[in-house]
């Protein structure tokens, strides 16, 4: 069902001229309308105010280059195909400043892996309390390593 909203909508986006609504709606609206009471002028006051107002504009036409110039883009298109480096002006400094960090980063991630699965755990040289004595500076027997 159709709300007042909406065919305030209609009115706002596509003008007082119902054959430019959408289909889909077209029906649904005037139905809405007709059973309202209210006139379809008293719903499309103010479409019909836009509607002249815009009548009225006088829009030059496009000059004879720019026609050509548009038939043209198809053709120019057609062989073109985008690559990253000839992308954006936004994607270029990006390409070039973190490239290397990502590739640091990847580099370090792999050797972290590679690190990590050739130490076994069970064969492990120190133990939490030899670390913590070794930071502190005192081995377990009380001697100075620093």
Not at 70 to 76: C, N, R, V
Not at 106 to 128: C, K, S
């Amino acid at each position: 069902m159709i709300s007042d909203n909406d065919i305030d909508r209609l009115f706002s986006a596509y003008g007082a001229d119902a054959r430019r609504w959408p289909e889909e709606l077209r029906v649904d609206a005037l139905e809405r309308i007709a059973r309202s009471g209210r006139t379809f002028e008293t719903f499309a006051r103010d479409a019909i105010l836009i509607d002249a107002a815009l009548d009225t504009l006088q829009i030059p036409q496009p000059g004879s280059r720019l026609h050509a110039d548009i038939l043209a883009l198809p053709d120019k298109a057609a062989g073109t195909v985008l690559t990253l480096s000839q992308g954006s002006r936004f994607l270029k400094p990006l390409q070039v400043r973190y490239w290397r960090a990502a590739a640091g980063l990847a580099a370090a991630a792999v050797l972290g892996f590679v690190a990590g699965v050739q130490i076994p755990a069970e064969e492990d040289p120190l133990d939490a309390l030899d670390i913590s004595a070794f930071v502190q500076g005192v081995a377990q027997d009380g001697e100075q390593f620093l």
